[in-house]
């Protein structure tokens, strides 16, 4: 019976270390770190997204 990445649940750490040279060797040791924070940017921004959005639709309390 094979199990898949999702029935597994992580990556192994050979899995992850092949991943990463991948990573380097398409980006290049110094694009990486402008890479991250790019990704960082976009995962803030998402963030305030939804917390704008929940609190929009919140209902107010009427007294």
Same mark, same amino acid.
């Given at each position: 019976?094979?199990?898949?990445?999702?029935?597994? /649940? +992580?990556?192994?750490?050979?899995?992850?270390?092949?991943?990463?040279?991948?990573? &380097?060797?398409? =980006? /290049? +040791?110094?694009?990486?770190?402008?890479?991250?924070?790019?990704?960082?940017?976009? &995962?803030?921004? =998402?963030?305030?997204?939804?917390?704008?959005?929940?609190?929009?639709?919140?209902?107010?309390?009427?007294?």
């Amino acid at each position: 019976m094979e199990t898949t990445v999702f029935e597994a /649940g +992580a990556f192994g750490p050979t899995q992850i270390v092949l991943i990463l040279v991948a990573v &380097i060797l398409l =980006f /290049g +040791a110094k694009k990486i770190p402008e890479l991250m924070k790019g990704v960082g940017k976009g &995962i803030k921004e =998402f963030k305030d997204a939804t917390n704008e959005d929940d609190k929009d639709n919140t209902p107010k309390k009427s007294n």
